[in-house]
């Protein structure tokens, strides 16, 4: 916790990390989870753990879902991400335990929801995805899961099976002290407005979507 200087010139504390503010029963279509609420004071974003069952500290089942509103809300064909959180919810569910941590602040890869939208404007003259943001001045990826890690820290869990086909998301749980025991493929099947993003995510940011090989009546 550092210090700022209040508007009296004194001293006052001011967060930093991420504190857990709130733990509320969140019954939802595929079961009743427990929506653990965090402020991450250092980036200002308000974040949420939907965790299911009892955690265990040991190879838990886990989801790093990145904020996407055009997705997870409304049903966008651009991209996989609604049908990944439906999936992984009902994976922890059948389960019996894991948690789906949501993380803020990730729309777009990072770069906000204006920007994305930005971005699949120029997808849609002909850009790729990785081309997109890079035309606009933005990051390919600017997301940090150093804040996934801290709430699976303060949630007691110390290693995951993670759902992803993203291997930079094992690799920063890795590299901030969260052990990744197994990867578990969230392999969602594509559609003629999804594929060459999907595609895109293969060959240009080593997503693993082994399943796009099987798909040939689109170019």
Partial sequence: MTEKIGVLG????QRTGVERVVNAPLPTVYGKFQAVGYMDHDRGDEQVALVYGELGAEDVL???HSECLTGD?????HCECGDQLDSALRAVVAEGSGVVVYLRGHEGRGIGLLGKLRAMALQAEG???VEANVALGFPVDARDYGVAA???RDLGVRSVRLMSNNP???EALTDNGIE???EVPLLIPPCENNITYLRTKRERLDHHLPHLDAVAHWS
């Fill in 10 to 13: 004194k001293k006052t504390p």
């Fill in 62 to 64: 886990t989801r790093l």
């Fill in 73 to 77: 809300a409304f049903g966008s064909q």
């Fill in 127 to 129: 850009l790729d995805t």
């Fill in 150 to 152: 801290e709430i699976l």
């Fill in 168 to 170: 930079r998301k094992r």
């Fill in 180 to 182: 990744v025991a197994e």
